[in-house]
Each structure stands twice: as C-alpha cells, then as structure tokens.
C-alpha cells in the first residue's frame, strides 16, 4: 500500500521560510491531484494548496502569493515552499491524493508539525 511521510517542518519566525516534502512510496502523485493540509490545534484538518496532474495549482487564500507546491521530478514527490510564514501558519501539515469527489484517497500521514514564532 502506498505510504506518505511528509517532512521539512519546524520551528521559524515569522517572516520565515520553510519547505515541505510529500515522498510516496510508489510512483502514483503524478496521476491525482495532490493536496496540502494543515491543522492547526483544536480545529479542522483543512486544504491550504493543490497541484493538479497537468501542473495547475490552487491555493487557499490564507495562503496564496507566499505558499507555493510543486511536484519533484520523481513522480513521487510534492513539495510546499512557505514564505512569509505568519503564527497564524503554525499547524501540522499533511500531503494526500485526492480523487475526483475531491476527498483523500491514501492513508494519511503522520504530517510535519511548523511553528512560528512571532
């Protein structure tokens, strides 16, 4: 069964810059639109950016113009540049396919936990 491991995360200031890494263990990303969550404590797991199969890219508006995704040159990869990390940011960030109803496909993660400091 294919696995995530999401990691990159941890403790910046705010203003900071971090990148997160989504590795599969098999070649599957690049055939389903890959999705950025994070939850943030005591709140919702929620989508901050997507990457579609043909390299289209949606973002939250939380998050647009400072989170950037990507996908590696492997097929197996995801990629999160953050910029101009906010606290507001601080969160355990999670990486998942997504199917056509839009809902995770994959067993989740154990995430990247990012912190920033003010």
């Known amino acids: 069964q294919v696995q995530l491991v999401e990691s990159g995360g941890g403790l910046v200031q705010a203003g900071g810059s971090l990148r997160l890494s989504c590795a599969a263990s098999?070649?599957?990303?690049?055939?389903?639109?890959m999705v950025w969550y994070r939850q943030a404590p005591q709140k919702p797991r929620v989508s901050v950016a997507s990457?579609?199969?043909?390299?289209?890219?949606r973002y939250d508006d939380s998050v647009k113009g400072r989170f950037t995704i990507s996908r590696g040159d492997a097929s197996n990869t995801v990629y999160l540049q953050m910029n101009s990390l906010k606290p507001e940011d601080t969160a355990v960030y999670f990486c998942?396919?997504?199917?056509?109803?839009?809902?995770?496909?994959?067993?989740w993660g154990q995430g990247t936990r990012v912190t920033v400091s003010s």
């Open positions: 998942n396919a997504v199917g056509r109803n839009s809902m995770p496909i994959l067993p």
């Open positions: 098999g070649s599957i990303l690049s055939v389903y639109r």
């Open positions: 990457i579609f199969s043909d390299g289209t890219t």
